[in-house]
């Protein structure tokens, strides 16, 4: 059975070790002229920036419903995620990409050498700490899902852009690394700046995936499969329901939306039939408390 992830601590994990990876890649950038490590420098500001909009967006999906927004602020999470994506697209990715391409056009020698494979080996530790953290929330939200299943069906896009962004750091440092100790080992600067190249494409293919589960949500995606299951079971074992012939659940954002068509048991009068359907509502409410709005139509056909 999955749990619920606690995504604003993943979200703390990864800011604090994306600022002090960034710190340190710059330095050695301008002080080796690594064009792998200046990549690697913009990709985590770029996550910096990414976790921090994360944050705005998980303080947004906190408003109260208005006229406006009968159904809260919950969706916004989803803009910010998106929005985030695209920053990992272009300032990450293409920005590397330009960068890598710049560098193989007009080579330099490294200075310091020693220094980038440090950094970038405080990189990886630093990183592997932050996806570690990720995990443990990633863990909890899964289940016994597969991680891939996980990705494809989740609903926290929040706890998506981290994992997808701590994934791609990690990788994206181990290119960076291999990239400046094959400069090293045969002097030729092109490999430092395929290794740029290497980066930023990795880091747009990641950011495609992200968007791409994001935009989903962002259209109006049900809740996820799991869950569904689980309303579905639950409303038919209500002693007050005959038979389920529709359940329809809408995902906003840390809340679920669910619309049942049902056939409820014989009422001796309206009152009775209002009782028993709102008996229902509530413990429905009472074992799913994600569920934050319940609409509910008694009917005798589908």
């Given at each position: 059975?999955?749990?619920?992830?606690?995504?604003?601590?993943?979200?703390?994990?990864?800011?604090?070790?994306?600022?002090?990876?960034?710190?340190?890649?710059?330095?050695?950038?301008?002080?080796?002229?690594?064009?792998?490590?200046?990549?690697?420098?913009?990709?985590?500001?770029?996550?910096?920036?990414?976790?921090?909009?994360?944050?705005?967006?998980?303080?947004?999906?906190?408003?109260?419903?208005?006229?406006?927004?009968?159904?809260?602020?919950?969706?916004?999470?989803?803009?910010?995620?998106?929005?985030?994506?695209?920053?990992?697209?272009?300032?990450?990715?293409?920005?590397?990409?330009?960068?890598?391409?710049?560098?193989?056009?007009?080579?330099?020698?490294?200075?310091?050498?020693?220094?980038?494979v440090g950094v970038l080996g405080f990189g990886l530790a630093?990183?592997?700490?932050?996806?570690?953290?990720?995990?443990?929330?990633?863990?909890?939200?899964?289940?016994?899902?597969?991680?891939?299943?996980?990705?494809?069906?989740s609903r926290q896009s929040e706890l998506i852009v981290v994992?997808?962004?701590d994934l791609a750091a990690l990788l994206g440092l181990g290119?960076?690394?291999?990239?400046?100790?094959?400069?090293?080992?045969?002097?030729?600067?092109?490999?430092?700046?395929?290794?740029?190249?290497?980066?930023?494409?990795?880091?747009?293919?990641?950011?495609?995936?992200?968007?791409?589960?994001?935009?989903?949500?962002?259209?109006?995606?049900?809740?996820?499969?799991?869950?569904?299951?689980?309303?579905?079971?639950?409303?038919?074992?209500?002693?007050?329901?005959?038979?389920?012939?529709?359940?329809?659940?809408?995902?906003?954002?840390?809340?679920?939306?669910?619309?049942?068509?049902?056939?409820?048991?014989?009422?001796?009068?309206?009152?009775?039939?209002?009782?028993?359907?709102?008996?229902?509502?509530?413990?429905?409410?009472?074992?799913?408390?994600?569920?934050?709005?319940?609409?509910?139509?008694?009917?005798?056909?589908?």
């Amino acid at each position: 059975m999955a749990g619920k992830a606690d995504s604003l601590k993943t979200i703390f994990f990864a800011l604090g070790a994306n600022f002090a990876i960034f710190v340190s890649k710059l330095a050695a950038a301008l002080l080796t002229g690594s064009g792998s490590m200046f990549a690697e420098a913009i990709h985590s500001l770029a996550d910096c920036g990414n976790q921090g909009l994360l944050l705005w967006g998980l303080k947004r999906t906190q408003r109260a419903p208005s006229p406006d927004f009968p159904l809260g602020f919950g969706k916004a999470i989803y803009f910010w995620s998106f929005l985030v994506a695209l920053l990992l697209f272009s300032v990450g990715g293409m920005f590397s990409i330009y960068e890598g391409v710049h560098k193989l056009g007009h080579p330099e020698p490294l200075r310091w050498p020693w220094l980038a494979v440090g950094v970038l080996g405080f990189g990886l530790a630093a990183e592997g700490f932050s996806m570690w953290g990720c995990l443990r929330e990633v863990n909890k939200a899964r289940g016994d899902q597969g991680l891939w299943q996980w990705f494809r069906e989740s609903r926290q896009s929040e706890l998506i852009v981290v994992f997808g962004e701590d994934l791609a750091a990690l990788l994206g440092l181990g290119f960076a690394l291999g990239a400046v100790l094959l400069t090293m080992f045969t002097g030729d600067p092109a490999y430092d700046a395929i290794g740029g190249i290497v980066i930023g494409t990795l880091l747009v293919i990641v950011a495609l995936f992200v968007a791409k589960e994001i935009a989903d949500l962002l259209v109006g995606q049900s809740a996820d499969p799991q869950l569904r299951a689980q309303l579905l079971d639950f409303l038919t074992r209500q002693p007050e329901v005959r038979r389920v012939f529709s359940l329809i659940t809408l995902q906003l954002g840390p809340d679920v939306m669910v619309a049942v068509k049902a056939e409820m048991q014989d009422a001796p009068h309206a009152t009775a039939l209002v009782e028993a359907i709102n008996r229902v509502e509530a413990a429905l409410r009472a074992q799913f408390p994600e569920v934050r709005w319940s609409f509910f139509e008694p009917d005798v056909e589908d």
